[in-house]
């Protein structure tokens, strides 16, 4: 498998189409992107993950699955997209790796439902204290910006231009930069920091020092509280660890897996 063979293909769930990539043959692991973002943000992993069914499910509102598929914004109602596109799949337990704000959806599913998620994978993900990226957000004017049709149209170039200065490849459209910041409006790092405690599964955390959105610091605390299971770091590789960090993720994840075969 070469990283531009993910195709996606659609899937119909209880709440509408969903685009998703499933792949290889094993034991399921899902992948979770993170905002904006889509499932082939994994594609450089994958190659180095052989033996195992992957799941990359896109989710709603960011340019492959229909926003009316999941329009709850909230990290429960995403959590709940979640369970039902794996109902719809037939995944009755699998493992779960979510990537940056995939992070906190995933580990929802895993705290709700400890019979369907026999493991968690937390790649540079959101933590339980506010992080560098989050320190200057507005979520009430963000929501305001966002839903007011005239603030919409006023602030979208320089909401575009945050969203390439983050370093967001150039292709995202405007509507997924709008649903993102919905997205991020509700965050609620009290809200997340009950989910990460009330996860029970064997926990990978992995983050690299140099993370210009999550510091090292919220990704070491997350590790620190999270069930045991692989702590994977590295100097540097950025946000992107999914890409730039991939062979050694993996082999990091292929040991790890091993277990729940």
């Known amino acids: 498998m070469q990283p531009a063979d993910l195709t996606l293909n659609t899937v119909s769930a209880p709440s509408g189409p969903v685009s998703v990539f499933d792949v290889g043959e094993g034991w399921p692991v899902v992948f979770v992107h993170g905002y904006p973002g889509r499932p082939q943000d994994f594609r450089w992993l994958l190659p180095h993950l052989p033996g195992v069914r992957a799941i990359g499910i896109a989710m709603p509102g960011l340019d492959h699955t229909p926003l009316s598929s999941g329009p709850d914004p909230s990290?429960?109602?995403?959590?709940?997209?979640?369970?039902?596109?794996?109902?719809?799949?037939?995944?009755?337990?699998?493992?779960?790796?979510?990537?940056?704000?995939?992070?906190?959806?995933?580990?929802?599913?895993?705290?709700a439902q400890p019979e369907r998620v026999a493991g968690l994978g937390l790649i540079s993900s959101i933590g339980m204290t506010i992080h560098q990226g989050f320190r200057s957000f507005r979520p009430g004017l963000t929501r305001t910006l966002v839903t007011t049709p005239?603030?919409?149209?006023?602030?979208?170039?320089?909401?575009?231009?945050?969203?390439?200065?983050?370093?967001?490849?150039?292709?995202v459209s405007w509507p997924a930069m709008q649903h993102t910041l919905r997205c991020a409006a509700a965050i609620d790092f009290d809200e997340n920091r009950s989910i990460f405690s009330a996860v029970q599964a064997p926990t990978l955390v992995a983050w690299t020092e140099d993370d210009a959105l999550i510091?090292?610091?919220?990704?070491?605390?997350?590790?620190?509280?999270?069930?045991?299971?692989?702590?994977?770091?590295w100097s540097s590789g950025g946000h992107a660890s999914v890409k730039s960090r991939a062979a050694e993720l993996a082999a990091g994840l292929t040991v790890w897996l091993s277990a729940f075969r």
């Open 75 to 111: 990290v429960g109602g995403r959590a709940r997209f979640l369970s039902g596109v794996l109902d719809a799949m037939g995944v009755e337990r699998c493992v779960m790796i979510g990537h940056s704000m995939g992070g906190v959806l995933a580990a929802s599913v895993a705290a």
């Open 150 to 171: 005239v603030l919409s149209t006023l602030a979208r170039p320089i909401i575009v231009r945050g969203f390439r200065a983050a370093g967001f490849p150039p292709g």
């Open 215 to 233: 510091e090292a610091s919220v990704s070491a605390e997350l590790a620190a509280a999270m069930p045991d299971g692989p702590r994977l770091t």
